[in-house]
C-alpha cells in the first residue's frame, strides 16, 4: 500500500530511511550519518501538513514501512512549476514494484497540482535506478562530474527529469 506518511510513522520512518542509507550506498546521507530524532522527524511530518508544497509517501506491506518518495515544489514563481524529489526502497524490496508504485503515486500529486515537470539526481552508476526512473518516462539532462564522495572516491550523478502533460 502506498500511502501519506503520518506522525505516527515517525520512529518507523527513521530506522526505514537509516537502513536504507546503510543498505544501499545510493543515498546522500552515508550510514550513520542521519541523526534525527523520530521527534524531530514527528514534528516535520506535522509542518508537511500545514503547506501543501512538500509530500512524502510510504510504502507499507504488512505493517512494515519498505520504501519512501519525498517530493518538494519549488519555492518561487520561477520553479513553482516543477518538484524535485528522492525516494528509497529497501533492498530486499527491490525488483518488486515498489519503485514504480511510489513513481505513480508522485505523477497523481504532481498531475493534482498541476504541475510540469518532476527532477532528480541519481547516481551515476545506480543502474537499477536509473532503469526504474527510464521506464516511468524520465529522460537524462545532463552528468555532475565528481558530484558526490562516496567510500572516499568522487562518483557522478545524473540530473534526470519528467515533463507532465500540461493541464
Same mark, same amino acid.
Given at each position: 500500500? /502506498?500511502?501519506?506518511?503520518?506522525?505516527?510513522? $515517525?520512529?518507523?520512518?527513521?530506522?526505514?530511511?537509516? #537502513? *536504507? &542509507? $546503510?543498505?544501499?550506498?545510493?543515498?546522500?546521507? &552515508?550510514?550513520?550519518?542521519?541523526?534525527? #530524532?523520530?521527534?524531530?522527524?514527528?514534528?516535520?511530518?506535522?509542518?508537511?501538513?500545514?503547506? @501543501?508544497?512538500?509530500? /512524502?509517501?510510504?510504502?507499507?506491506? &504488512?505493517?512494515?514501512?519498505?520504501?519512501?518518495?519525498?517530493?518538494?515544489?519549488?519555492?518561487?514563481?520561477? @520553479?513553482? +512549476? =516543477?518538484?524535485?524529489?528522492?525516494?528509497?526502497?529497501?533492498?530486499?524490496?527491490?525488483?518488486?514494484?515498489?519503485?514504480?508504485?511510489?513513481?505513480?503515486?508522485? +505523477? %497523481?500529486?504532481?498531475?493534482?497540482? =498541476?504541475?510540469?515537470?518532476?527532477?532528480? #539526481?541519481? /547516481? =551515476? +552508476?545506480?543502474?537499477?535506478? *536509473? $532503469?526504474?526512473?527510464?521506464?516511468?518516462?524520465?529522460? *537524462?539532462?545532463?552528468?555532475?562530474?565528481?558530484?558526490?564522495? !562516496? %567510500?572516499?572516491?568522487? !562518483?557522478?550523478?545524473?540530473?534526470?527529469?519528467?515533463?507532465?502533460?500540461? $493541464?
Amino acid at each position: 500500500m /502506498i500511502r501519506t506518511v503520518e506522525e505516527r510513522d $515517525a520512529a518507523a520512518f527513521v530506522e526505514l530511511q537509516r #537502513t *536504507i &542509507d $546503510a543498505e544501499s550506498g545510493f543515498m546522500l546521507f &552515508d550510514p550513520g550519518e542521519r541523526q534525527t #530524532t523520530a521527534e524531530e522527524q514527528a514534528q516535520r511530518i506535522r509542518d508537511l501538513r500545514c503547506g @501543501n508544497q512538500q509530500e /512524502i509517501v510510504v510504502a507499507e506491506l &504488512d505493517g512494515e514501512l519498505v520504501g519512501f518518495l519525498g517530493a518538494t515544489i519549488g519555492g518561487r514563481r520561477r @520553479n513553482c +512549476h =516543477s518538484a524535485s524529489f528522492a525516494m528509497g526502497v529497501l533492498g530486499r524490496f527491490a525488483g518488486r514494484g515498489v519503485g514504480t508504485r511510489l513513481l505513480e503515486s508522485l +505523477h %497523481d500529486w504532481a498531475q493534482a497540482r =498541476s504541475l510540469r515537470r518532476l527532477e532528480l #539526481t541519481v /547516481i =551515476s +552508476h545506480n543502474l537499477r535506478a *536509473i $532503469a526504474l526512473y527510464l521506464k516511468m518516462g524520465f529522460v *537524462i539532462e545532463g552528468r555532475r562530474s565528481d558530484a558526490l564522495r !562516496v %567510500d572516499g572516491r568522487f !562518483v557522478d550523478e545524473y540530473w534526470m527529469a519528467k515533463l507532465l502533460a500540461r $493541464a
